[in-house]
């Protein structure tokens, strides 16, 4: 079988700013709430790694940028840092950060390949933190000013924008799960620090349309279908909460300017609603985007409750349902997320069916495995494993794809072994290989793979 991509696909790769740049107290720029948290509690993080090394980029971006000429990339995703450009969140610009974004977009735009930025990467500034974060419509106030001097600086070469990434995961992570800073759990906060996220973003896509900038501005989310246990009417109502409060939270605002009223409801329903002003629904509306990212790496497999809630507990959104293990389901070990390839199709299905079927590409799919060093041979890493991952996606890309789904590329996580937030460099993702000693990167078979298939505009396979 050929699998054959359209013409002009995007082939590419994903990182962000504070998980490869490295320098995370240089260079001018000032502490983000990552810094912060390792800095008190540094135990929180796989062996005790924190952000201020990453993987060199700061240092190494020529380097690097060369390697992924030599992967084939048409297209590349990064982050900027608002740390680094504007180390106190609201005032002057750092002239050093300015000069190395330059640099780094400049020379991508010398390889030929094509700068795809994002400005918020999960990395909220320590000093915006302080003020509450994204509970403080302040910091939404300030993050819009951010994207107008990003938009100013480098709009002249950056066609292709994204407000958020995975904008759902600081929500859970910080509010909910207690996997990011500030480890809060409060429902009723969460779903403030998502309703502002998604003001913030809608108050970016008004700056960058009344400032006529060349280009488009999108979003990344993490889309995770939510699949039912079973047909059983109480399954698919358990399957609707999952995918109303984790993907329709903001797939709706971004795609049709509007919440889903059935979520409304619900908050409603638990006294959780955020406090609204008159004037948001407009700006909602206003954030209508021209471009999805798409960032998928795991289904999420739910059935409704065995058992009563109790009341006294803080409310969680695991009130609604409880996951469901699938028999038989293909895992991921080292990261515990389950591998399932249709979900892509299945993504992809959904938003041609019922959302216009909207531009959009996949921004992020990977697969993060622990001590790859057991598979070096002949001094390289075979990784096999991600390269039946890859081209098992790409097959479900393709079939969305013959039946009409707008989806204009693929970006793997990630070009080369980051820094992955609490898990620091436990599980690799990279089609290159970092030696965390030596800084020494060697390309993966599967970054080989990836530069064939990039080349060809695909790959044959049974
Ligand atoms: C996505 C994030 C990335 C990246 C990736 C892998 O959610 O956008 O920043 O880290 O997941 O996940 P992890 O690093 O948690 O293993």
Not at 162 to 174: A, H, S
């Amino acid at each position: 079988m050929k699998y054959l991509f359209p013409e002009n696909f995007w082939w590419g790769s994903a990182c962000s700013a504070l998980q490869t740049e490295g320098e995370s107290q240089q260079g001018g720029k000032s502490a983000t709430t990552w810094d912060a948290w390792y800095a008190s509690q540094p135990w929180r993080f796989h062996q005790q790694i924190g952000p201020q090394e990453t993987s060199t980029f700061y240092r190494h971006w020529r380097q690097d940028i060369a390697l992924l000429k030599q992967l084939n990339h048409n297209s590349f995703r990064t982050s900027l840092s608002w740390s680094r450009l504007i180390p106190d969140g609201t005032g002057e610009v750092n002239p050093q950060a300015v000069a190395f974004y330059n640099a780094v977009i400049d020379e991508l735009l010398a390889q030929g390949i094509t700068p795809f930025i994002t400005l918020f990467h999960f990395d909220m500034p320590m000093v915006m933190q302080e003020k509450g974060g994204w509970e403080n419509r302040e910091v939404v106030q300030a993050f819009a000013r951010y994207a107008q001097v990003c938009f100013d600086l480098f709009g002249d070469r950056v066609q292709h924008w994204f407000t958020f990434n995975e904008p759902i995961v600081p929500v859970e992570g910080g509010y909910l799960y207690d996997f990011h800073y500030p480890n809060v759990v409060d429902f009723k906060r969460a779903a403030t620090v998502a309703y502002h996220t998604v003001l913030a973003h809608a108050s970016a896509v008004r700056t960058f349309r009344a400032g006529h900038y060349s280009g488009e501005i999108g979003i990344v989310l993490n889309l995770t279908p939510s699949y039912p246990r079973s047909q059983h009417p109480m399954d698919l109502q358990a399957a609707n909460y999952a995918d109303l409060l984790f993907n329709r939270s903001f797939l709706d605002p971004v795609l049709r300017g509007e919440y889903p009223p059935e979520l409304v409801a619900l908050l409603k329903e638990y006294d959780q609603l955020p406090a609204c002003q008159p004037d948001d629904i407009t700006l909602i509306g206003e954030g209508v985007i021209d471009l999805l990212g798409i960032n998928y790496y795991q289904p999420r497999r739910v059935k409704c409750r065995d058992s009563a809630v109790n009341p006294q507990a803080p409310f969680m959104p695991e009130w609604l349902f409880d996951y469901y293990e699938m028999p038989g389901r293909k895992m991921n070990p080292y990261r515990g997320w389950e591998i399932y390839e249709p979900g892509i199709y299945d993504i992809l299905t959904n938003l041609r069916e019922n959302y216009g079927n909207p531009r959009c590409f996949i921004s992020e799919n990977g697969m993060g495995v622990e001590n790859e060093q057991r598979f070096i041979e002949n001094g390289q890493i075979n990784d096999s494993y991600r390269i039946e991952f890859v081209s098992e996606h790409l097959k479900w890309l393709h079939k969305g794809i013959s039946e009409g789904c707008q989806c204009l590329g693929y970006h793997m996580w990630t070009f080369i072994d980051n820094w992955s937030w609490c898990n620091a460099y436990k599980n690799r993702y990279g089609f290159v290989q970092l030696d965390l000693e030596t800084q020494q990167r060697i390309v993966k078979k599967s970054g080989e793979w990836f530069a064939n298939t990039a080349a060809l505009n695909g790959f044959i396979q049974d």
